[in-house]
Nanobody, 126 residues
Framework: QVQLVESGGGLVQPGGSLRLSCAAS????????IGWFRQAPGKEREGVSC????????YYLDSVKGRFTISRDTAKNTVYLQMNSLKPEDTAIYYC???????????????????WGKGTLVTVSS
């Protein structure tokens, strides 16, 4: 029923930009938070950014602050992650995930999320 579909990944050179999209469907209301997570082979999954259901709260992993921006278009049921000044260490599969709870309103803890997309690969390399 609930479906999250990521798109926008690809190959980019260091310093370049990409915008990821997470299209959501099947929710019974618009009140769900979205988080972006990433995982590289052999590494632990880490939370990158999250946005609350109304967009009032946004959090970022320290290493992406000032470079990444999360936003949502409620009418389109889509959340975006604009990634600028990309670095090789940003290379990973990026997943979006949804939280359908009252609290927390926004979290970078992956095990708190209720639904997950299948990911989109971002490769930053020269």
């Amino acid at each position: 029923q609930v479906q999250l579909v990521e798109s926008g990944g690809g190959l980019v050179q260091p310093g370049g930009s990409l915008r990821l999209s997470c299209a959501a469907s099947g929710f019974t209301s618009d009140y769900y938070a979205i988080g972006w997570f990433r995982q590289a082979p052999g590494k632990e999954r880490e939370g990158v950014s999250c946005i609350s259901s109304r967009g009032g709260r946004r959090y970022y992993l320290d290493s992406v602050k000032g470079r990444f921006t999360i936003s949502r278009d409620t009418a389109k049921n889509t959340v975006y992650l604009q990634m600028n000044s990309l670095k090789p260490e940003d290379t990973a599969i990026y997943y979006c995930a949804a939280l359908e709870r009252n609290y927390p309103s926004c979290t970078l803890r992956g095990d708190a999320m209720d639904y997950w997309g299948k990911g989109t690969l971002v490769t930053v390399s020269s």
